[in-house]
Every structure is written in structure tokens, then in C-alpha cells.
């Protein structure tokens, strides 16, 4: 088994520098039998010497490097195939975006943008090319892992159709209840299986298994408890010579707050620059749709609970909820007006927050804010979801760049609480470059369901019992 990972290992990373490598070679035809006599002809013939030439490539060569890592464009096997692709997508063009300014600096003028747009074209063909064959290649030299699944009181037909939509990756083999007893369980384990999944079981029938496979080198996956993930983000400390772990009290250092406040105000003001005329175009069709107000004002919860005026392009009727009755959006709400569905579809309703964001009401990065009521409600049945008021409210957030729309509160309230308690400016500036490519994301704009939208299922909080 480890000399099979091994190879799946070295072929992947054989796939990734193939791919790069390709990319660079594209912008190097570019640079040579174009930009590069541009910028001598107007340096009053400065030359570069090969060394010169090896900078320019490496320099594009390693921020495709970091935007392909960021975006996870190189996931070969671990992303479908149109996945790979859409992060290329990103990677590429991030990449050509941040040279052209470069090319540019150096010819202290700007220049032409169509040879590049030429580079940007037949990279994302190559892209193309290489994300189907080197996914097709992929599932024909390792095949779906044969999985055994182990799982409590929870139902398990949601963790199943989620397996099922990667069939080219995972194999539900078998399914087995907690009940029928660990010696039983630990016996099957040791059968024909690629990895173990443990799916909402009693943390000490969980620590157990996870011993027993440990030993035997079989890959684990399970669903982590809350404490779980605040475990993951402490400090390990050496005050004995016992290994300690600490979670802090505080959610952002001094220093962190002050970074991410810097961040905040700079791209706000920057931003509510560069959009304003597509907020007044909007605004003004909102207002001619059905007279009503372009600007929908909502009191949401930030850090500490304390409660602020939200901002938002108007994307309902106005009397949505005349009875006074907090609800989410659904699936397929009426409520929502047709000039409404397409700004929530490109996130041009969510604009307006930049005004929030420049008061200090919310950050750029956080767990997204929501209504005092629907707080109410979550904090019945899952105290925990106070957590996530520790720190302050964002635009996006982990929940959305990693979840969907539609997502669990439960699971969103993990995944709030992985960002709050792994805190690092480098993950705010990683979770903006995710945020440009979920835009794109149908799914990530969606409504939830109607079964949703009632309560939080008694169910996901006895997982963490």
C-alpha cells in the first residue's frame, strides 16, 4: 500500500510540472518573439543576458506555482476533471494579469495587452487538454478505493450520496452499524479495504478504531466533533515533559487585528472605487423595477453578538416578510423579484457591504453575519454556534469558499470555527483569491432547502456527545 501511494504520488507530481512547465513554455514564445524586443526598444537597447532571460521565466514560473496551489489547480484525481479545469482558469489568468504589469514596469509604459490575451487562449485550451486526459489517465492507473463504512445513530443517506458523486475516486463497499460491536468491526477492517470512514460514532468508540487502524497503516476519514476542530487549532506548549496543547482565550492577536483592519479599510476604498458605477446602474434599475428601494437594510450579529445594519441591493419583493417572521431564502423562493435572482446570481447584491466594511461593522474575511432571530434558533439546539461570534463578521468566509449556500448551519459552524482557530493573514489573502472563483459557482449561490430552513436537526448536535 505505501509503495502504490508512493507511485501515485511521483505520477501526479510528474502530471503538475508537466503542466507547468507547458504553461511557462507558452509565455516564454511570448516574451521572447514579443514582449522582449518591445521593452529593448524602448530601454534604448538595454539587452538581457540568459541569466536575465532564466529570472523573467522562473519569476512566472513560480507564481504559477503559488496560484496553482492556491487554487488547486493541479489536484489531479482529487478534483472532477471540469474542477481542475475551472482552477486553471483562475490560476492562468491571475498569473498573466500580475506578468502583463510586470512587462509593463519594465517597458515604463504599458503595453499591448492582446499578445497576451493570445498566451491566456492557448494556455486554457492546453489546460483543457491536459485536465481530461491526465484525469482519464489517472482513473485507469488507480482505481476507486474500496471503502468501509462504520456508522452511528445518524443517518448515513447524505454521506453516501456525497461518496457517490466522486465514483471515480471512492467505493462504498460495505456499510456497518457501531452496534454489531468493535471486535467485529476491527476483524472487517483488516479485509480487502483502501480506507475506513467513521461516520458519526462515540468519540471513545472513534479513538479506538483509530488506534486499531492506526497500527495496521489504514487510511481514516471522519467527521470531526467541534472539539475536534478547536483541538486543531491550538499551540502545543513544552511546560513539562508531558506534550500539552493550548486554545487561547482570544480568537485574533493585537497585531492580527490591526493587519486585517489595515486590509479591510485599504481594498474597501479601493473597491467601492472600481464598483460604484455598476452600484448606481443597479440601484437605478432596482428603483424603476417596482419603485421600491434600491438599498434593503437588515440587522445582522457581528463580533461579540453585537448587532449592526447590514447593507444590501433589494433582491425581494418589499413586502417579503410583512408578517414579521424571520425566514432564509429557499431553493426556489418566490419572494425573490427576476432583476433580484440575477444580482444574487453574480453577487451584485452583496456590494452595498462595503460601506459596512469601511464603518468596521464587518471585515472582508469572517463567519457571515446573520439575524438575531435565526440565532434564536440555532442557539437551542446548538449552543455552540456562539463560537463563531468571536471573531467579527466577514463578506465571505470559509464557510463559503469550502461549503455551499445550502450547507448545513452544523457543518457551516465547523467550518467557521477551522478559520477562526487556524487565523493567519496569508488565509485571508488565500480565502479572497478562493472568493473570485466561487463567484462563478452556481451552487455556492443557491437557497436551501425547505427542511432546512426550520431548525437545526437535534440529530447533528448529539454528534459531538
Given at each position: 500500500?505505501?509503495?502504490k501511494?508512493?507511485v ?16 511557462t ?26 541569466n536575465g532571460?532564466?529570472v523573467i ?6 507564481l ?17 476533471t ?32 492582446p499578445?497576451?490575451i493570445g ?10 487538454v491536459?485536465?481530461f486526459?491526465s ?23 447524505d454521506?453516501?450520496?456525497?461518496f ?8 462504498i463497499?460495505k456499510?456497518m452499524n ?7 468491526i476491527?476483524?472487517?477492517i483488516?479485509g ?5 470512514v467513521?461516520?458519526?460514532?462515540p ?26 476542530v478547536?483541538v486543531k487549532g ?7 515533559d ?6 487561547r ?8 487585528r ?50 449592526f445594519?447590514?447593507l ?5 419583493r ?15 423562493d ?15 447584491d ?17 463567519p ?10 440555532y ?6 454556534f456562539?463560537f ?24 457551516k459552524?465547523?467550518l467557521d470555527?477551522?478559520y477562526?482557530?487556524?487565523?493567519t ?7 479572497m483569491l ?12 443557491e437557497?436551501?432547502e425547505?427542511?432546512?430552513i ?12
Open positions: 500500500m505505501k509503495r501511494e508512493a501515485k504520488r511521483i505520477f501526479v507530481l510528474g502530471l503538475s510540472m508537466m503542466s507547468l512547465v507547458l504553461q513554455g507558452v509565455y516564454a514564445y511570448s516574451w521572447f518573439h514579443y514582449y522582449y524586443p518591445v521593452v529593448n526598444n524602448n530601454n534604448m537597447g538595454i539587452k538581457l543576458y540568459a532571460h532564466y521565466l522562473l519569476i512566472y514560473f513560480a504559477l506555482c503559488v496560484f496553482s496551489n492556491t487554487y488547486g489547480s493541479l489536484k489531479i484525481g482529487y478534483l472532477k471540469g474542477d481542475v479545469f475551472f482552477s486553471q482558469i483562475f490560476s492562468l489568468l491571475g498569473v498573466n494579469v500580475l506578468s502583463y504589469f510586470q512587462i509593463s514596469l519594465m517597458n515604463n509604459w504599458l503595453v499591448e495587452v499578445p497576451l498566451v491566456f487562449a492557448l494556455q486554457l485550451l492546453i489546460a483543457a491536459w485536465a486526459i484525469n482519464m489517465t489517472y482513473v485507469k492507473i488507480f482505481p476507486p478505493r474500496n471503502i468501509l463504512l462504520i456508522y452511528g445513530e445518524r443517518e448515513i443517506d454521506i453516501l450520496d456525497k457517490a458523486s466522486r465514483r471515480d475516486r471512492y467505493r463497499s456499510c457501531i452496534d454489531a460491536g468493535l471486535g467485529a476491527c476483524q472487517e483488516t480487502s479495504y483502501g480506507a475506513v467513521l461516520w458519526d460514532i468519540t471513545e468508540d472513534r479513538n479506538k478504531l483509530m488506534k486499531f487502524c492506526y497500527s495496521k497503516s489504514i487510511r481514516v476519514y471522519f467527521m470531526p466533533k467541534i472539539p475536534d478547536l491550538s499551540d502545543q506548549v513544552h511546560l513539562f508531558t506534550p500539552m496543547f493550548l486554545t482565550e482570544h480568537a485574533l492577536t493585537v497585531e492580527q490591526l493587519i486585517k483592519r489595515i486590509m479591510d479599510l485599504i481594498l474597501s476604498l479601493l473597491l467601492l472605487i472600481v464598483t460604484a458605477p455598476i452600484m448606481i446602474i443597479t440601484a437605478f434599475v432596482i428603483k424603476c423595477y417596482d419603485r421600491g428601494p434600491a438599498l434593503f437594510k437588515q440587522v445582522r450579529c457581528t463580533a461579540a453578538g453585537k448587532q445594519m447590514i444590501k441591493f433589494r433582491s425581494m418589499v413586502d417579503a416578510e410583512k408578517d414579521g417572521v424571520a425566514r432564509l431564502a429557499s431553493l426556489h418566490d419572494r425573490v423579484t427576476p432583476v433580484g435572482r440575477f444580482i444574487r446570481s453574480v453577487r451584485i452583496e456590494l452595498p457591504q462595503l460601506f459596512n466594511i469601511l464603518k468596521g461593522e464587518m471585515s472582508f474575511i469572517g457571515r453575519p446573520e439575524r438575531p432571530e435565526i440565532i434564536e434558533q442557539l437551542v439546539e446548538m449552543p455552540e456562539a463563531r461570534m468571536k471573531m467579527k463578521a466577514g463578506l465571505a468566509g470559509y464557510a463559503q469558499v469550502y461549503g455551499k449556500y445550502n450547507t448545513t448551519p452544523y457543518d459552524l465547523k470555527l477551522t477562526i482557530e487556524n487565523y493573514v496569508w488565509l485571508d489573502m488565500k480565502l478562493l472568493t473570485l472563483k466561487i463567484l462563478f459557482k452556481p451552487e455556492s449561490a437557497g436551501i425547505e427542511n432546512q426550520t431548525a437545526v436537526k437535534m440529530r447533528d448536535k448529539k454528534s459531538d456527545e
